[in-house]
């Protein structure tokens, strides 16, 4: 167990919805990331966040959006949903230097119908 | 840029044999290498690091990597195979441990009795 939790677990949904997935860091952790698993493209960094504040930023799309809230929790808000979309979410998170590991949690299935 | 390139996609190996899964990285910095392990429906998670200290570094399991400057290969080995090894494994390349890291295709290891 990595010490983050993401929820839900699974999440299944249609074309032009709109949903959030929720990430808790491991306790002390300042860095959220987010990732994206599909089987077309690999597993691709989408966006980063540091105690609050964007840091970086990959290969997310404008549909989606993320924050990270005062207690250092982070939200995933992927919207206009596409076929496309279908895809194992996963956040990670390290504690905040340069040289710190980054820790996975469990992933968020969703499914687009 | 950093990248990473997983030579092979699927790699099978007998119970009580060696492992190797191969993996080239290209960076126009010293980078960070790592190798990540993903069971099936479950998370990711940390093998082993390098960050320019030691070239041959031990990991969990009974992993080892050897960073190789001349040859930019950061090959994963293990004497011996074991069934719960069966995984996707993840070669990962990032500018440093607390920026975005850029994974590998994957290399899917299978175990037979």
């Known amino acids: 167990d990595s010490g983050v939790t993401q929820t839900p677990k699974h999440l299944i949904t249609a074309t032009g919805q709109r949903v959030t997935l929720r990430c808790s860091p491991r306790?002390?952790?300042?860095?959220v990331y987010w990732y994206q698993q599909s089987l077309d493209q690999g597993l691709q960094f989408l966006i980063q966040?540091?105690?609050?504040?964007?840091?970086a930023k990959g290969n997310i799309l404008e549909r989606f959006s993320a924050q990270q809230f005062p207690d250092l929790h982070s939200e995933l808000n992927l919207s206009s949903l596409e076929l496309g979309d279908s895809a194992l979410y996963f956040c990670?998170?390290?504690?905040?230097?340069?040289?710190?590991?980054?820790?996975f949690g469990p992933g968020t299935r969703l499914t687009v119908l | 840029a950093q990248s990473v390139t997983q030579l092979d996609s699927h790699v099978s190996v007998s119970e009580g044999t060696p492992v190797l899964l191969r993996c080239n990285y290209s960076?126009?910095?010293?980078?960070?290498l790592f190798w990540y392990v993903q069971h099936p429906n479950k998370g990711l998670q940390l093998l082993l690091k390098?960050?320019?200290?030691?070239?041959l570094v031990k990991g969990i399991n009974g992993f080892e990597a050897e960073f190789k400057k001349s040859e930019t290969s950061f090959h994963l080995t293990k004497p011996s195979a074991h069934m719960s090894d069966a995984a996707e494994y993840f070669c990962?390349?990032?500018?440093?441990?607390?920026?975005?890291?850029?994974f590998g295709k994957g290399t899917s290891l299978l175990v037979t009795p």
């Open positions: 390098y960050t320019s200290a030691a070239t």
């Open positions: 960076s126009s910095y010293s980078p960070s």
């Open positions: 990962v390349v990032s500018k440093n441990s607390g920026y975005a890291l850029n």
């Open positions: 990670a998170s390290s504690a905040s230097g340069r040289l710190d590991t980054q820790y």
């Open positions: 306790s002390g952790d300042l860095s």
């Open positions: 966040y540091y105690n609050g504040e964007e840091r």
